[in-house]
C-alpha cells in the first residue's frame, strides 16, 4: 500500500473523509461475497478504474506486486491440494485435476485453484482500494476522522503520526543501503543467521534514526504546546456535500444488488 499524499481535484479527492471509508468499508463486503474468481476480477477491474482515475502510477503498484509473486504462487498451490471437492457446491469445482500422493490422495481440484485465484484477485483489489484511500486522504482528513470517531486525541495523533512518518522511514531505509553498499557490505549472504547477519547494518542505523525523529518531533510538539489545551481546531471542518449523498447512495444501492445476487440468485459461488 502506498502511503504519501498525491495532490489532485478529482472527485475522490473533494469527498468527504467519512464517505471514503464507507466506501472502503463497503468495497470490503462487496470483496468477501463472491468466490468465484470472475466476479473478483470484476470488482478489481472497477476498483483500478479509480486508481487509473487519480492517475497513480503503474510502476508503483508494480513494486508492491513482484514481491508478492511467490507468496502468491504458495497460495494458489495450497488451496488447490488443500481443499477437498465437498467443500464446493458446484459439480465442476468438485473436478480432481490430480493426486500428488499415490491411492488417491492429496488431489488437487478444480475449485481449489479457483479459490486461490479469488484470494489473490482479493488482495490486490485490497492493495489497490487501500492505496486509492490513502493517496486521496490528507493525514488532518484522517486526524478529523478520528475526532468523530470520538477517538482520545493522544491515540490519534500517536496513529496519525505513524503513518505519516512510514514514507519517511522508507526514504531513510533506502539512503541507509544505498550507504552501506558504497561501504562494500553485502546482503545476499545464505543461510537464516547469513540473512540476519547482513540486515543488522540496515537495523542499527534504523533503530538510531527512528529514535533521533521521536525525539525531534517530541520537543517540536512541547515547543508549540502541544496538550496545553483540549479543544482541537481544524484548517477545514468536515461537512458533507451533495456528491457526498450521492456517492454514500452509490455504495448502498450496489451493496443491496450484490447481497441479492449473492443469496437470492446464488451466484458467484464454487
Given at each position: 500500500?502506498?502511503?504519501?499524499?498525491?495532490?489532485?481535484?478529482?472527485?475522490?479527492?473533494?469527498?468527504?473523509?467519512?464517505?471514503?471509508?464507507?466506501?472502503?468499508?463497503?468495497?470490503?463486503?462487496?470483496?468477501?461475497?463472491?468466490?468465484?474468481?470472475?466476479?473478483?476480477?470484476?470488482?478489481?477491474?472497477?476498483?483500478?478504474?479509480?486508481?487509473?482515475?487519480?492517475?497513480?502510477?503503474?510502476?508503483?503498484?508494480?513494486?508492491?506486486?513482484?514481491?508478492?509473486?511467490?507468496?502468491?504462487?504458495?497460495?494458489?498451490?495450497?488451496?488447490?491440494?488443500?481443499?477437498?471437492?465437498?467443500?464446493?457446491?458446484?459439480?465442476?469445482?468438485?473436478?480432481?485435476?490430480?493426486?500428488?500422493?499415490?491411492?488417491?490422495?492429496?488431489?488437487?481440484?478444480?475449485?481449489?485453484?479457483?479459490?486461490?485465484?479469488?484470494?489473490?484477485?482479493?488482495?490486490?483489489?485490497?492493495?489497490?482500494?487501500?492505496?486509492?484511500?490513502?493517496?486521496?486522504?490528507?493525514?488532518?482528513?484522517?486526524?478529523?476522522?478520528?475526532?468523530?470517531?470520538?477517538?482520545?486525541?493522544?491515540?490519534?495523533?500517536?496513529?496519525?503520526?505513524?503513518?505519516?512518518?512510514?514514507?519517511?522511514?522508507?526514504?531513510?531505509?533506502?539512503?541507509?543501503?544505498?550507504?552501506?553498499?558504497?561501504?562494500?557490505?553485502?546482503?545476499?549472504?545464505?543461510?537464516?543467521i547469513g540473512s540476519i547477519r547482513s540486515y543488522l547494518?540496515?537495523?542499527?542505523?534504523?533503530?538510531?534514526?527512528?529514535?533521533?525523529?521521536?525525539?525531534?518531533?517530541?520537543?517540536?510538539?512541547?515547543?508549540?504546546?502541544?496538550?496545553?489545551?483540549?479543544?482541537?481546531?481544524?484548517?477545514?471542518?468536515?461537512?458533507?456535500?451533495?456528491?457526498?449523498?450521492?456517492?454514500?447512495?452509490?455504495?448502498?444501492?450496489?451493496?443491496?444488488?450484490?447481497?441479492?445476487?449473492?443469496?437470492?440468485?446464488n451466484l458467484g459461488v464454487l
Amino acid at each position: 500500500m502506498l502511503i504519501e499524499y498525491l495532490a489532485g481535484d478529482t472527485l475522490i479527492h473533494r469527498l468527504d473523509v467519512r464517505t471514503k471509508m464507507f466506501g472502503f468499508l463497503g468495497f470490503m463486503i462487496l470483496s468477501f461475497l463472491f468466490e468465484d474468481p470472475i466476479y473478483q476480477l470484476i470488482i478489481v477491474f472497477c476498483t483500478g478504474l479509480l486508481a487509473f482515475w487519480i492517475k497513480i502510477p503503474l510502476r508503483k503498484f508494480m513494486v508492491m506486486v513482484v514481491p508478492l509473486i511467490p507468496i502468491i504462487i504458495s497460495i494458489i498451490l495450497m488451496t488447490g491440494f488443500t481443499f477437498s471437492p465437498g467443500r464446493f457446491d458446484r459439480i465442476s469445482s468438485q473436478a480432481v485435476l490430480f493426486y500428488a500422493l499415490p491411492g488417491d490422495r492429496l488431489g488437487a481440484t478444480v475449485g481449489g485453484f479457483l479459490m486461490g485465484t479469488t484470494f489473490i484477485l482479493r488482495l490486490l483489489g485490497m492493495m489497490i482500494a487501500s492505496t486509492v484511500l490513502t493517496l486521496t486522504t490528507t493525514m488532518d482528513e484522517v486526524t478529523q476522522f478520528f475526532q468523530k470517531m470520538k477517538v482520545p486525541p493522544e491515540i490519534s495523533m500517536m496513529l496519525t503520526t505513524a503513518i505519516r512518518f512510514i514514507p519517511t522511514l522508507d526514504k531513510k531505509r533506502r539512503q541507509i543501503v544505498e550507504a552501506q553498499k558504497a561501504r562494500g557490505t553485502k546482503f545476499n549472504e545464505k543461510g537464516i543467521i547469513g540473512s540476519i547477519r547482513s540486515y543488522l547494518p540496515i537495523m542499527i542505523p534504523m533503530f538510531i534514526n527512528s529514535i533521533l525523529m521521536a525525539n525531534s518531533l517530541s520537543m517540536a510538539m512541547l515547543n508549540r504546546g502541544y496538550g496545553l489545551t483540549r479543544t482541537w481546531t481544524s484548517v477545514r471542518e468536515l461537512s458533507f456535500e451533495p456528491r457526498d449523498y450521492g456517492t454514500i447512495s452509490l455504495v448502498v444501492i450496489l451493496l443491496t444488488l450484490a447481497i441479492f445476487v449473492r443469496f437470492k440468485l446464488n451466484l458467484g459461488v464454487l
